[in-house]
Structures are given as structure tokens and as C-alpha cells.
């Protein structure tokens, strides 16, 4: 087992990675930009290191983060999610340093990020994927011949995107050719990659994902799905796990799938297989994230294991401890992502010092977060301050215990969503379990 893990990363995640490895008995190292320099993450590793300033996208410097990783002695990086954590380049220059990268192999990050690729191999390993371009948009005249072929609506999507980046719905041609243009663009700003590729669009899915876990002996194992289609502008605002609309027969199917994905492509560590759910329970291949999830919460709940330990247990060569047959399924786990923005202005965020705060707890109630009385939320970062997870007998308990938990929830001096959740929990449908990726621009606004 390693000694000492540098975190590359900042604000909960990087909280929620310390507090596993001191649970561990293994020391950490946290790297901050001056702006986090008061940080709750600096303050609870064993050792910190400034990397750099707010402006010059210091978290993602990979030769100043493995320099820090050299001073400090750091035998393993874990690089949370977002920043580095999927760069294949990051993960091969760990490698060439002797240093141990918490996540899949380089080739298996670099052949599963770019979305174009992975299509082909889910198509490989009989998983099914939504109809599509097989290789990427050469021009205009290749999407509109493209678009012909699926037939309206179609999705463009960045090859290298994720976050709901380089996205763009479709209706007809005059619309493609309009949007093509500046959805390149902001592939190219965000990814450096300004490829697209092309999918039918399915009206009104479900976004359920599959959270597996894989040795390096070959062993994998699925953990469930969760239901992420509370979503805004393509990301997500609140996740649950199980799916409401889950039978065992199709959980089997897809927790199959997602395990036949990880063997083909040679995964190790933990990796979630993103699906889309139609209204007749089909499922198709979205995108495979190669790292941890932000709703890797919900599925702790509910399977009884910490994620964050098993990835360090798998990098550092263990085995998984345990067989398909020992993962059950108990009660059920919400998660509303809490963030400092202002639902009614478009979501914008809202940076600021925090001057009161009061954090609910309870039995099944859980908070991850970054956040302490007179800690200055930053704007140069994410604008998620904090998660707030909670775990029932059912899911109409679930739901209940978030309400009380949300209304309990204090965050003075920065606005905030602690309502907006409120008003999703609240409506009708959503008790029902009547919802999809559209729920929150037809219901809420």
C-alpha cells in the first residue's frame, strides 16, 4: 500500500479523497493555486504545495503537479474528476516518472476519451450504441448527408467533450449548418480537439449509468445504475440511485453490458459505462467516463463500499475483494449537487464569501464538501460547493429525508440551488418517477 498520495485536484473532491486515505493511514499532499491557498483541502493534508495562480490553469500543469509529487515523496496521484483526471498524457507521464497514476491505463483513457473512438469499440464488444456517425464530421456536406441518413433531430457532440460541452440538438438542415460552426469552436476552446461526431437524437431518454470497478487481474464488477437525467444544460443537478423505473432483468442487462465494455477495452480501476434509456427500455452507449464520478456518493449508499478506497486498493495491485453474487442492493440514495449560482438568472454563478452556515445531518445524511464559515468561494473555479447525499429504506423515504435535509441547509452571504432541489423534490412527477433529461427546462422553468 502506498505511504503518501498527491491529490491533483481541489474543493470537495479533493476533501472527500483525504478523508479516505487518513482513514487508510496514508499521509497526503494537496497542491492549491494562491486563490485556494485558505482551502479546506490545503488545511486537511498531511502537506501543501502552491502550484501556481488562479489565472494560469495551474491544476492542470503537469509538470509543475509531478514536481510537487517529487519534493513531497509521493508514491501515487489520484486526480479526482475534471483537470487531469482523464488525460491519457498525464497518466503516461506518471507512469514514465514511476509514479502511480490512480486510474486506468493511459492507452484505455485515450481510447475510451475520445467519443468518436469509443462508439467503434462498444460497437466491438456488442454494446449497443445509439445510431450514428462511425468515424467524425469531415465538413458541412458530410454532417448534412449525415443528418439525411438518421433523419431530424440529430445530436453533434464533441469527439473529446464531456460536461456538456460541444453539444448541440438539431432539428433540420438550416440549423446544422448554423451550429456546426460554433459548436466546433467550443470543442476546440475546451478540448483542444474541435472534431464532432454525429447521433440520432432520442426524444426525452433517461440518463441511467453503470458504475463498475476492475482489477488488474481481470476481475470486474458492476455496482448498479444510477438515474442522472436531472439535468441542466446538459449537466447534471441531482442523481439517484437505483433508476425508479429499474426491473432486475434490465439491470442485468445493462450491468452485462457495461461489464462486457470494461473487459474489452482492458479496464482497471473504477469507470462508469453512461447509458441513454428510451421509453421502451432500450439502451444505448452514451460515453465511458474513466474516472470518478461526481454521484459516486448514491452508489456508496446503497452497496455499502467507499469507491475512493477501492481505486486506491486497485492501483496499489489489490484484488477486488469481492464476487458479482456479494454486491446487493440496499434502500435508496439521492444526491442534489449544491452550488453557488442563482437558479433565476440563468443559473449564473455566484462567488462570495460565506458568512453563516449550517450543515444538516442526521441518520442517512451525508455532506461533502468545501465549504466553512468565512471560506471566500472562489470565481475562477466549478461553481459546486457542496454535495448532499441521503440514504432511505425506499426511495419515498429518500425523498423525505432530502426535503428535511435541504431545509435544514444554510449557506448565508452567496446565493444559491438549496430551493431549486426543493421545487424538483416537490414536484408531482419527479415523486412519481416520471421524468427524463428534459424535466428541468418542461417542469421547473
Known amino acids: 500500500m502506498f505511504n503518501k498520495i498527491l491529490v491533483a485536484n481541489r474543493g470537495e473532491i479533493a476533501v472527500r479523497i483525504i478523508r479516505a486515505c487518513r482513514e487508510m493511514g496514508i499521509e497526503t ?24 495562480t488562479a489565472t494560469d490553469n495551474c491544476y492542470t500543469n503537469i509538470s509543475r503537479i509531478l514536481t510537487a509529487a517529487e519534493i513531497t515523496d509521493a508514491e501515487a496521484i489520484h486526480p479526482g474528476f475534471g ?6 498524457r498525464f497518466a503516461d507521464v506518471c507512469r514514465k516518472c514511476n509514479i502511480t497514476f490512480i486510474g486506468p491505463r493511459p492507452e484505455v483513457i485515450e481510447n475510451m476519451g475520445n467519443k468518436s473512438n469509443a462508439r467503434k469499440l462498444m460497437a466491438n464488444a456488442d454494446v449497443p450504441v445509439v445510431p450514428g456517425s462511425k468515424k467524425p464530421l469531415t465538413d458541412e456536406q458530410d454532417a448534412v448527408q449525415m443528418a439525411d441518413e438518421l433523419g431530424y433531430p440529430v445530436m453533434i457532440k464533441a469527439s473529446a467533450g464531456g460536461g456538456g460541452r460541444g453539444i448541440r440538438i438539431i ?35 433517461r440518463h441511467v449509468e453503470i458504475q463498475i470497478l476492475a482489477d488488474k487481474y481481470g476481475n470486474v464488477l458492476h455496482l448498479g445504475e444510477r438515474d442522472c437525467s436531472i439535468q441542466r444544460r446538459n449537466q447534471k ?13 434490465l439491470r442485468e442487462k445493462m450491468g452485462q453490458a457495461a461489464v462486457r465494455a ?34 459516486h456518493p448514491v452508489t456508496e449508499q446503497i452497496v455499502g ?24 442492493l440496499n434502500g435508496h440514495s439521492i444526491e442534489c449537487r449544491i452550488n453557488a449560482e442563482d437558479p433565476q438568472k440563468n443559473f449564473m454563478p455566484c462567488p ?5 452556515l449550517f450543515i444538516p445531518s442526521g441518520l442517512g445524511v451525508r455532506v461533502d464538501s468545501l465549504l466553512y464559515d468565512g471560506y471566500e468561494i472562489p470565481s475562477t473555479y466549478d461553481s459546486m460547493i457542496a454535495k448532499l447525499i441521503v440514504h432511505g429504506k425506499d426511495r419515498e ?24 432541489h426543493l421545487n424538483i423534490l416537490n414536484n408531482d412527477d419527479f415523486v412519481k418517477g416520471i421524468y427524463d433529461t428534459n424535466f428541468i427546462n418542461d417542469k421547473i422553468f
Open 397 to 420: 423515504e429518500a425523498i423525505n429525508k432530502m426535503k428535511r435535509a435541504l431545509g435544514e441547509f444554510v449557506i448565508l452571504g452567496v446565493k444559491n440551488n438549496v430551493e431549486f
Open 262 to 295: 470494461a473487459k474489452y477495452v482492458g479496464y482497471q480501476n473504477a469507470g462508469t459505462i453512461e447509458f441513454l434509456l428510451d421509453k421502451h427500455n432500450n439502451f444505448y452507449f452514451m460515453e465511458m467516463n474513466t474516472r470518478i464520478q461526481v454521484e
Open 171 to 205: 432539428r433540420s438542415q438550416a440549423e446544422l449548418l448554423n451550429a456546426l460552426g460554433t459548436a466546433k469552436q467550443e470543442a476546440a476552446t475546451f478540448f483542444g480537439d474541435d472534431t464532432m461526431y454525429m447521433e440520432k437524437y432520442l426524444e426525452k431518454p
Open 352 to 356: 462570495g464569501k460565506v458568512n453563516g
Open 29 to 52: 499532499v494537496a497542491v492549491y493555486s494562491t486563490v485556494d491557498e485558505e482551502a479546506l483541502h490545503v488545511q486537511m493534508a498531511d502537506e501543501s504545495v502552491c502550484i501556481g
Open 83 to 88: 483537470f487531469l483526471s482523464e488525460n491519457s
Open 305 to 328: 463500499l467507499d469507491l475512493i478506497k477501492e481505486q486506491i486498493k486497485i492501483a496499489a495491485g489489490q484484488r477486488l475483494e469481492k464476487t458479482q453474487e456479494e454486491i446487493n
Open 237 to 249: 443537478v441531482l442523481e439517484e440511485a437505483p433508476c425508479p423505473v429499474m426491473t432486475e432483468e
